[in-house]
């Protein structure tokens, strides 16, 4: 199903076309409405573009998530919010059989859904969740504040311990694997330490490091 906006001033090519559309069977409503699958045609032109009325009705077929094509009666720029439509140029010649063939496509399946456009109306939508999301943040942030703060709720001391406990074993057991224990393995531990994993280097160097550094005394001195 199809519908016609445009100016008074491009009634003449506007008329022609839907007379000649409906002459290979396309119908036609009087006026765009919300049914799926409807097409609107804008025609564009100078007075097209200062026309609220025109524009108004494009984005409310954006807003029904309908496709758009734009026919140009006379030059003029398209509107930032139109420039990613398909344009057919009527102002020069009459490509009414591609208009056609594009027409049957859109209204095929493989034509697949419009682009979305961020009208209006889909800006204040998506600034309202937007609102509705930090609300919900800061009422769960306070809600955590108050659960912490307040009744003293936090992790299990006992069951953190035992995993940490459990980390700190299974990485001394990983380390003790690789210490050098004499002369030899001594000599040989820097190829040791390139063969282990590169997250255990460095606790493997700094433990090595230091069972060999010397102890300090309360005196200061070292044995």
Do not use: C
Request: charged share 15%; net charge neutral; proline share 7%.
């Amino acid at each position: 199903m199809l519908t016609l906006v445009y100016n008074p001033q491009d009634a003449a090519l506007a008329q022609r076309v839907m007379q000649d559309l409906k002459a290979q069977g396309f119908a036609f409503k009087e006026s765009l409405t919300a049914e799926k699958g409807m097409i609107l045609l804008a025609v564009t032109s100078p007075a097209a573009n200062d026309d609220a009325t025109v524009q108004n009705v494009v984005i409310q077929a954006f807003d029904n998530n309908q496709h758009v094509v734009l026919l140009t009666a006379q030059p003029a720029p398209i509107p930032k919010i139109m420039n990613h439509l398909r344009v057919f140029d009527f102002s020069s010649s009459y490509p009414l059989p591609a208009l056609a063939e594009h027409l049957l496509f859109l209204a095929s399946p493989e034509a697949g859904s419009p682009l979305k456009v961020l009208t209006p109306k889909t800006r204040a939508k998506n600034r309202g969740i937007g609102i509705w999301l930090t609300i919900l943040v800061l009422v769960w942030f306070v809600v955590g504040l108050v659960v912490v703060g307040v009744f003293r709720i936090q992790a299990p001391v006992e069951e953190y311990n035992t995993v940490e406990t459990e980390y700190a074993a299974t990485v001394a057991s990983i380390v003790q694997q690789n210490l050098p224990r004499s002369t030899e393995e001594a000599e040989n531990f820097p190829a040791t330490v390139q063969a282990v994993t590169t997250a255990q280097r460095p606790v493997l160097i700094q433990t090595a490091t230091a069972l060999v550094a010397p102890r300090p005394t309360r005196s200061g001195f070292s044995y």
